[in-house]
């Protein structure tokens, strides 16, 4: 896996209880809707003991589980959207196992795991 970067959009939405998902295998010319296997992520995140980098809007994050190994990940401030959150997202793989204690400057602030 090579480092990229790419503008993340993100608009969170809510559905009523009990929602079902149309039919979207029309929504786009040669597109298909699939279902995905369960994988098991864990993402561990970094910031100041103040946490100065949430309040500039920055994410740093070390994930496991996606391949082909550890990830890191830095989210910052992409402008301001009409809609939702828009963020530049820097992902560079992981080049030995890592610590995730902290640093003189970071530490951990939380901790999720997710299927």
Known sequence: ?????????????????GYALPDLSDVMNGGSVDERED??????????????????GVTVRFRRGDPPGGVWTVKLPAGTPAVGLARREVTLPAR???????????CVVGRWGRR
Request: aromatic share 4%; net charge positive; proline share 4%.
């Open 96 to 106: 030995r196992a890592v610590s995730l204690g902290c640093s003189r400057s970071l």
């Open 1 to 17: 896996m090579a480092p990229s970067a790419t503008v993340e959009r993100e608009v969170k939405v809510s559905v009523p209880a």
């Open 39 to 56: 994988e098991l992520l864990d993402a561990v995140y970094y910031d100041t003991g103040d946490l100065r980098l949430l309040r500039r």
